[in-house]
């Protein structure tokens, strides 16, 4: 077995291990990075596409500032449509000035693989078999197999950046983790088609037909969502059917100005709240997705891998750099309070548009009457904004 050494071993090239990897090579700190998948699989991914100042700034940090700020949208504000009313949350003047920016996940990735092969980081990709061992001391170390043979990687620390379905949350004893999880009845149907988007700032529509949202790529390019049954089949769902259900969900005014067209990619992401604690054993730091599932009402997938990369970057900064261990100790219950704040606001969001196949008449007056009240006061309204701009870290 081939045996090499870095100073951190990074499980998975999603955005959260390109961000981390990126940010330690830059200030002088080894890393490299194991990836399931293949590049071209991680290059054509298609997720959110809405940026908090917070990932903003990383992201400048990491040396791939100049396409975002070229092609992205900045905006200062969102539609929430009940039924047939429409009403605007300005985003800058409830935040003091805040705003997002619109620029999808997949360019996000695309720039972190570039930029890192231009400072030489170290990629393995189609990587089989990745193990994690002796995790509760300072040696661990991880084994996987590239192009068929067999490799084993000497580090100091483990970052375990491969998502929801990756090995290294299940490389923790379950007597040291423990999980929260709630499952959504029904899922979302999105497609990306290339027609310039129904409005200039993202729709969030509650309809008595179910959620949808209008998001966007760029002027030209559009993304839609609706919500759908939990068990739909992608086969069922034609782009005329999608075209027709979300024009219905839309304030008429709105669903005449839509411009459809052929999609080009459509898929059914389920919905689910997720959260691992704690986000470290022993040598082993759990990273975005690896800890943590949002739905994607409000967009927080990307932004909290962000400032857990942030966290824990600060962390290994102190440590290699001052031999400083403080940060890096404090590194889970950093992360994770941001997390829940963040997983709670999500999961209003969601609660707040959606319709529950499940949900009495009572619940559903309770919903209807907190989308009423949040849109009505302006207090309810920054809370809102203040979370949806991100909170700070
Ligand atoms: N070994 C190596 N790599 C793995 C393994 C494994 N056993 N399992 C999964 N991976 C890889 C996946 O192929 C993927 O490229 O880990 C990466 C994880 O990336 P993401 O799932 O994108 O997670 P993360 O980087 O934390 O990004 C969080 O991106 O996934 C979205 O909705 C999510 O917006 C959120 C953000
Ligand atoms: C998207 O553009 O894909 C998007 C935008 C906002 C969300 C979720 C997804 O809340």
């Known amino acids: 077995m081939k045996t090499i050494s870095t100073q951190v071993c990074i499980i998975g090239a999603g955005p959260s291990g390109l961000m981390l990897g990126q940010l330690l090579n830059d200030i002088g700190i080894d890393t490299i990075i194991v990836e399931r ?70 360019e996000v990735t695309r720039d972190l693989v570039d930029r890192r092969a231009e400072t030489s980081g170290v990629t393995h990709y189609e990587v089989e078999a990745v193990e994690l061992h002796d995790l509760d001391g300072d040696r661990p170390y991880v084994t996987c197999r590239v192009e068929g043979e067999e490799l084993r990687i000497d580090c100091r620390f483990i970052a375990g950046c491969d998502g929801f379905h990756g090995a290294s949350r299940r490389a923790v004893p379950e007597s040291a983790i423990r999980t929260f999880e709630k499952v959504y009845p029904f899922g979302w149907l999105g497609i990306l088609s290339d027609v310039p988007p129904v409005s200039h700032e993202l729709i969030y529509a509650s309809h008595s037909r179910g959620f949808a949202l209008c998001s966007m790529r760029s002027m030209t390019r559009s993304r839609y969502y609706i919500q759908c049954n939990a068990g739909d089949s992608i086969d069922a769902w034609s782009d005329d059917q999608f075209w027709s259900e979300l024009r219905r969900r839309l304030p008429p005014e709105i669903g005449e100005q839509l411009t ?5 990619e459509k898929s059914i992401a389920p919905l689910r709240s997720f959260v691992a604690e704690p986000m470290r054993f022993g040598s082993l730091f759990l990273v975005g997705d690896a800890a943590h599932i949002v739905p994607p009402t409000g967009a927080k997938g990307l932004n909290l891998a962000a400032s ?24 889970s219950e950093r992360a994770l309070a941001r997390v829940w704040r963040a997983v709670r606001f999500s999961w209003w969001m969601t609660t707040m548009l959606h319709r529950f196949p499940d949900h009495a008449p009572f619940e559903r007056r309770i919903l209807e009457t907190e989308l009423a009240y949040t849109l009505e006061s302006d207090a309810a309204k920054s809370a809102l904004a203040e979370n949806y701009v991100g909170l700070p870290y």
């Open 308 to 331: 857990d990369v942030h966290y824990l970057f600060e962390g290994l900064q102190a440590y290699f750099g001052d031999s400083d261990s403080e940060l890096l100790n404090a590194y």
């Open 260 to 264: 459809t067209g052929p999609s080009f």
């Open 37 to 106: 998948a293949s590049l071209d699989h991680v290059l054509s991914r298609v997720r959110a596409g809405v940026l908090e100042q917070g990932a903003v700034r990383l992201l400048e940090r990491a040396g791939v500032g100049g396409r975002m700020h070229g092609e992205g949208l900045v905006h200062e504000g969102f539609a929430i449509t009940c039924e047939d009313e429409i009403h605007r949350i300005d985003l800058a003047g409830l935040t003091g000035g805040q705003s997002v920016m619109v620029y999808g996940q997949t």
